[in-house]
């Protein structure tokens, strides 16, 4: 099964700062998606960013951007100008890409981002 | 505005007994998911449902039980089997069971079992 790997359980930036965020994962196959959620104290999960395997150019949503390294199997996540609100739990999620089938969304164990004012 | 409810916020039984989850949307989903959170792990998939009257096992559904009556409803029951029901449980559906459709989230309900 895919397996997706946080290797920073915890991060720290200084607000106005730049941060990045790891995320490597395990796959034979090609084409799949990756995304990146963030989990605030509310405990609700709110997409932040996608990533479409076949597409080489790296997606970018504001301050939110991503580092994929299809080849190296790694997908990281930098925030500019960090933002007190931006504090939160964030997790890296894969997905097999699939017409038929509902593939299951697998996601690492997450990534506490604190942001000190 | 659309979204999708889980009810309620916090949830307290006894161990033995069963419990259920409420899980509603109004976005119009076809698929519809239930996740399981623990601290360290992620979220780790128990249940999920494509269609109504349908519904596939995910990686930890021993214990676990759903229905899909409807389209707009998910509940979940967590049942005496469920070992280590203790945990932090989060719905979600998606427009289709598609890799590229994004899952949105409810706000979760926190079950603890004493």
């Known amino acids: 099964a895919q397996t997706v790997t946080q290797s920073q359980p915890e991060m720290s930036v200084q607000e106005a700062e730049t941060v990045t965020l790891s995320c490597t994962y395990d796959?034979?196959?090609?084409?799949?998606?990756l995304f990146w959620y963030k989990q605030p104290p509310s405990r609700q999960m709110i997409l932040v960013i996608r990533?479409?395997?076949?597409?080489?150019q790296n997606a970018t949503e504001n301050r939110f951007s991503v580092n994929f390294q299809k080849a190296a199997k790694s997908f990281s996540l930098k925030i500019s100008d960090s933002q007190l609100g931006d504090a939160a739990m964030y997790f890296c999620?894969?997905?097999?890409?699939?017409?038929?089938?509902?593939?299951?969304?697998?996601f690492g164990a997450g990534t506490r981002l604190t942001v000190k004012p | 505005d659309g979204g999708i409810t889980q009810s309620p916020k916090y949830l307290f039984r006894k161990e033995g007994q069963n419990v259920t989850l409420s899980c509603e949307q109004n976005?119009?989903?076809?698929?519809m998911y239930w996740y399981r959170q623990d601290p360290g792990q992620g979220l780790r998939l128990i249940y999920y449902?494509?269609?109504?009257?349908?519904?596939q096992k995910g990686d930890i559904a021993e214990g676990y039980s759903v229905s899909r009556e409807k389209k707009e409803s998910f509940p979940l029951t967590v049942t005496s089997a469920q070992k280590n029901p203790t945990a932090f449980y989060l719905c979600?559906?998606?427009?289709?069971?598609?890799?590229?459709?994004?899952?949105?989230f409810g706000n979760g309900t926190r079950l603890t079992v004493t």
């Open positions: 979600a559906s998606s427009i289709g069971p598609g890799a590229d459709s994004p899952l949105h």
């Open positions: 796959t034979s196959e090609s084409d799949y998606y």
């Open positions: 990533q479409e395997a076949y597409k080489q």
């Open positions: 999620a894969y997905r097999e890409f699939s017409f038929f089938d509902n593939n299951d969304m697998r």
């Open positions: 976005l119009n989903h076809d698929a």
């Open positions: 449902s494509q269609i109504v009257n349908d519904f």
